[in-house]
């Protein structure tokens, strides 16, 4: 599972000034000119140990900082999303970021907060800007790596005491560490994936959270690393381009979907708020009043949709998607191969691709013979439109209705859905069943809000 603001997923490719323009000096008025600015959240007038506190911290205000996140990448590029690196425990474990923490301790007033969203943006930008001159400063050749092996070492070990210094080795600090180590790699020609199982052997859990590594382990991992490299630079033969929709179908009919039976159990059930609706405003409505009001028009329609018990399928998503992008006509379903994940996924494309997936989300309903978990089934046909991929924007919105639709179609709705969103999951992967078990944390937990409420329980 990768989290789509999470910065230590980010690939040299999408973090290289040299191909992401930015002008510091105009930050500030962009990051004021963005639709968050305008709705920083009030902090609570409570103790930092105040459960209203926690539940600020953890809902309104870190939905507020996903959707300031997501601005920014949508304006610079998905680099921007570190941002909010910090060092330690803070929204991300072990960063290079000092001027932002968390939604708790950062957001206080709104010119304040606005005012740390810069410096911290800057931040960021200034350390990838210096590991680029670092780099650059090691001019190496994949293709004689024996003649350089010393040079690729003294680059690692320049590059571990850099990141020591500037995460202060605080907690989880060694994942930025061995990602910084894998763009150096990139930078030179190393493939990504490649360079990612070199830097995994040569570190291997040696590093530590809380712990500042000794001159020896320092030494050690970099000489390790420096003898992983093949004299070929870690490059085998070109592959042809993947599909990875039919990757995702082979993993589809492997999934063990039966185990995601939990706690949440399949009968309806009545949420104590509306988790997808307050969701929508909090975060959509952070960044965009109209993108708001479409997936809320969306939302109102495929519920009227489950209650009559419509069929799941492509008619039935676009016509939820032309509210969610405000089209005046019904969207095709698309001609050509299709991109994600900043191009690292490509999903072609069939005559029968559009009738594949009305047969895949055929499943989702209880009575297909499969007698598999609500869970299961809302997860796998998110995911479905997720790798179809069928329209040439707004996917991830139309995935997430799709599952609200098999939910609200067996009288289930949720009362939370932070775990269902803003999310993404590699086609290749048997992560699926992590979805799943997502939507049975938030059932669970649901079903024993609405319990409370009727037995008068907190």
């Known amino acids: 599972m990768i989290h789509e603001l999470s910065p230590g997923n980010l690939t040299w490719d999408e973090v290289n000034p040299a191909r992401r323009p930015f002008d510091s000096a105009a930050a500030a008025r962009v990051v004021r000119s963005l639709g968050p600015a305008r709705h920083v959240p009030s902090r609570p007038d409570v103790p930092f140990g105040d459960p209203a506190m926690h539940a600020w911290s953890w809902g309104e205000a870190k939905l507020w900082a ?21 060092h330690d425990e803070g929204d991300f474990d072990g960063g290079p970021v000092g001027s932002w923490c968390c939604p708790r301790d950062s957001i206080t007033t709104p010119e304040e907060t606005l005012e740390r969203v810069v410096t911290a943006l800057c931040e960021w930008r200034a350390w990838l800007e210096s590991l680029a001159e670092r780099f650059e400063a090691y001019p190496l050749d994949p293709a004689d790596i024996e003649a350089q092996r010393i040079l690729w070492e003294s680059a690692a070990r320049n590059l571990i005491l850099q990141i020591v210094d500037r995460t202060g080795c605080g907690s989880g600090w060694y994942g930025h560490c061995q990602q910084v180590l894998t763009w150096f790699l990139s930078r030179w020609g190393v493939a990504p994936e490649v360079a990612r199982d070199l830097v995994h052997q040569a570190v291997g859990g040696r590093f530590h959270s809380w712990t500042d590594p000794d001159t020896v382990l320092v030494d050690d991992v970099a000489e390790r690393l420096a003898q992983t490299l093949r004299t070929d630079g870690g490059q085998g033969s070109v592959e042809p381009a993947r599909d990875h929709l039919q990757q995702w179908l082979a993993v589809r009919g492997t999934v063990s979907w039966q185990e995601s039976h939990g706690e949440g159990g399949d009968g309806p059930v009545t949420p104590s708020r509306d988790g997808a609706a307050e969701d929508i405003r909090a975060f959509d409505g952070a960044l965009d009043a109209a993108r708001a009001e ?35 006509r019904p969207l095709a379903f698309r001609a050509l191969p299709a991109f994600a994940k900043g191009g690292r996924e490509r999903y072609g494309t069939a005559p029968d691709t559009r009738a594949r997936l009305d047969a895949c989300l055929a499943e989702s309903a209880k ?12 997860a796998r046909a998110y995911l479905d439109v997720c790798f179809f991929h069928p329209f040439d924007d707004g996917n991830a919105r139309s995935a997430f209705l799709s599952l609200v639709f098999v939910l609200a179609r067996e009288g289930v709705a949720l009362d939370e ?8 999951f590699q086609a290749d992967s048997q992560d699926a069943l992590c979805l799943a078990r997502f939507v049975d944390v938030h059932l669970a937990e649901t079903r024993r809000n609405a319990a409370a409420v009727r037995g008068g329980g907190p």
């Open 417 to 424: 859905v932070g775990l269902l969103r803003r999310i993404a």
């Open 66 to 86: 996903d959707a300031v996140s997501y601005a920014l990448m949508n304006r610079y590029g998905r680099w921007a999303v570190g941002w909010r690196w910090a």
């Open 294 to 328: 479409g997936l809320l028009a969306a939302l109102e329609r495929l519920r009227a949709d489950a209650a009559r018990g419509a069929v799941l399928d492509f008619e039935l998503i676009r016509s939820w998607q032309q509210h969610v992008l405000g089209t005046e």
């Open 367 to 378: 009575d297909d013979g499969t007698s598999l978990p609500l869970t299961a089934r809302a």
